[in-house]
């Protein structure tokens, strides 16, 4: 199952709404995750199951969509989310990833 | 807590293998699979590849199918990836992580790097 994203790169501003879109290849229902990657560092879990926000993760952050089309929402952009964000789809082996979005100030 | 901690970094010659190890502590071991993703510098995520502690079952990537190999000694709750034939596009950071029941991963390890170069 392959994934896309887009836009592959984001410029915004501190208090920006902020929404990104991922694109499934076949319909994966809702089995998809989100992840946040700053430099150097794992990726982070930020929502499971296409909008369940993981536990210590802000509110700002939403996700929603199911079969084919996904989208990962920042409500209020914060200096602690500059990052990369990448889109996960758990239906079935091999897991894959999206190609990730870069967001920068 | 749970934790996954990786080897350290390994620089390697064309041809050579490598073996990367990743130790779990936290929880018990056999509970969750352990998947490997790598991320070659500047690019984005490659999930390589799962197994399952509890019984040995395993899925590969087809990109890297044949020149893998993941085990577990669940003696010590350490997992393994050995990469062989190693290429110069082989150079990434390898990360293991602990799937959760539906597929995503809340742990990661450290992440290894793996440099390949004559």
């Known amino acids: 199952i392959q994934l896309t994203q887009s836009p592959s790169f984001l410029s915004a501003s501190v208090g920006d709404r902020v929404t990104i879109t991922c694109r499934a290849s076949?319909?994966?229902?809702?089995?998809l995750a989100w992840y946040q990657q700053k430099p150097g560092k794992a990726p982070k879990l930020l929502i499971s199951?296409?909008?369940a926000l993981q536990s210590g993760v802000p509110s700002r952050f939403s996700g929603s969509g199911s079969g084919t089309e996904f989208t990962l929402t920042i409500s209020s952009l914060q200096p602690e989310d500059f990052a990369t964000y990448y889109c996960?789809?758990?239906?079935?082996?091999?897991?894959?990833f999206g190609p990730g979005t870069k967001v920068e100030i | 807590q749970v934790q996954l901690v990786q080897s350290g970094a390994e620089v390697k010659k064309p041809g050579a293998s490598v073996k990367v190890s990743c130790k779990a502590s936290g929880y018990s071991f056999t509970s969750n699979g352990i998947s490997w993703v790598r991320q070659a510098p500047g690019q984005g995520l490659e999930w390589m590849g799962w197994?399952?502690?509890?019984?040995?079952?395993?899925s590969y990537a087809q990109k890297v199918q044949g020149r893998v190999t993941m085990t577990t000694d669940t003696s010590t709750s350490t997992a393994y990836m050995e990469v062989r034939s190693l290429r110069a596009d082989d150079t990434a950071v390898y990360y293991c992580?602990?799937?959760?029941?539906?597929?995503?991963?809340?742990?990661w390890g450290q992440g290894t790097l793996v440099t390949v170069t004559s």
């Open positions: 197994i399952s502690p509890y019984n040995g079952e395993k």
């Open positions: 996960q789809q758990l239906n079935s082996y091999p897991l894959t």
């Open positions: 199951a296409a909008s």
């Open positions: 992580a602990r799937e959760e029941r539906s597929g995503y991963f809340i742990y």
């Open positions: 076949q319909g994966i229902s809702s089995y």
